[in-house]
């Protein structure tokens, strides 16, 4: 069983390493974690709370540096 964290990613980040994070827990590619993240964005905002939300909450990811 492997030990899968959720946490921003310190080498495939662009703003804080979130969409980085989530792309390599769900190991898909980030780019499509980043568009989506932008859809909802423009759908009323709720992308840019979630973003900061999970910014400030997800832990750095320190094994990876």
Request: glycine share 10%.
């Amino acid at each position: 069983m492997t030990d899968k964290r959720l946490t921003k990613s310190t080498a495939d980040k662009k703003i804080d390493g979130v969409c980085g994070g989530i792309a390599q827990y769900f190991d898909v590619d980030s780019t499509l974690v980043r568009v989506a993240w932008i859809i909802f964005a423009c759908i009323g905002g709720s992308g840019m709370l979630a973003y900061i939300l999970a910014a400030v909450i997800m832990p750095r990811d320190i094994t990876r540096i």
